[in-house]
Structure formats: C-alpha cells, structure tokens
C-alpha cells in the first residue's frame, strides 16, 4: 500500500500487475474500501495489465476532508491519482455500488480516459431513502460467492475475444 497526494488529500492505493494491456481500475462502494477488491488484484495479477484500487477520500485510510463530497470530487480524485501514477490511457473502470456511481461520473467527465466500464450492484440514480429499503440485502452483506462471481464475470469481459480496447492499449501518440 502506498499514498499519494492528490486534490489535496493523501489517498492510500494498491497497485499490482504490470504490462501493455489495458488497465484495470477497481472502484469500492460505500462503506468499504481497497480491501474489497484484494481478490480480483490477486486474479488479475498475472494477466498483463496494470492494477489500481485506491481508498476514496474519507474510507479506508485516505485522508478525510471536511465538507461533503460528491461524485464529482471523487471521480476527479481517480483522474488525478491515475495521471500521477503515470497511467495517461483509457482504462477499464470497475465499480460497486458507489463506486459504480463514480466510474459513470468518471467515464462522463473524462470519456477519453474510459477504454470500458465494469459496474456491479450499482445505478445511476442517486440513493434515496426509499431505494436503502428496496434494497435486497442489508449493507456490506453481499450474498454468498459474489467476488468469484466479479472475478469471473471481468475474467470473461477481458478475453481475446472481448472488445480490442479492452484488450490492448492504444499505441502512443507520436506527439
């Protein structure tokens, strides 16, 4: 685990893996963090591609910063920590729950840094009090196998056969 600053906050992210693949961005929800994604990074390290999963600013062991923080700050966050980590391609962005939320606020702003999206057990509206009643199960209790089954579902979205922008990086610009 390292940490670095950005937007004036100190994020804590885990990379792993390495190659000319595209990369693979791992978004937790709320109220996890990085952690949640060890088993998808553990699966995917070998597989030619970069890793990231950071902690949000405020979860896990980033930086809490006053005020309310919405979607866009984070996603902003992502670009940010992405740029600094050297990673300037489109990625694939992986999200749950609310962090599925922000891969779509992400893919919206920076639509040019989006090579796909991953999204679980997530929508694009805003949760309202209503929705957390309509929930099928409480909070942080994911039903039995559900990481081998994300695991498995990227596994499948990243094949040869999958789409080429999730295959492979786009060649470097000559400028």
Known sequence: M???????????FAEAGGGELTPLVFVHGHPFD????????????????????????????????????????FAGDLAALLAAR?????????????GGQIAMEFCRRFPER????VLAATTPQAETEAGKRA????????PKGFGRTLTRRLRRCCRPRASPLCRRSP???SR
């Open 2 to 12: 390292s940490f670095l600053e950005v937007n004036g906050a100190a994020l804590a």
């Open 34 to 73: 990085r952690t949640m994604w060890r088993p998808q990074l553990q699966a995917f390290a070998g597989s030619g591609r970069r890793l990231l999963a950071a902690d949000l600013r405020g979860y896990g062991q980033s930086e809490t910063t006053p005020g309310k923080v919405g979607l866009d700050i």
């Open 86 to 98: 050297g990673i300037e391609g489109p990625v694939v962005v992986c999200g749950l729950s609310m």
């Open 171 to 173: 060649p470097k610009s």
């Open 135 to 142: 929930t099928p199960w409480p909070t942080g209790c994911w």
């Open 114 to 117: 989006v090579a796909g999206l």
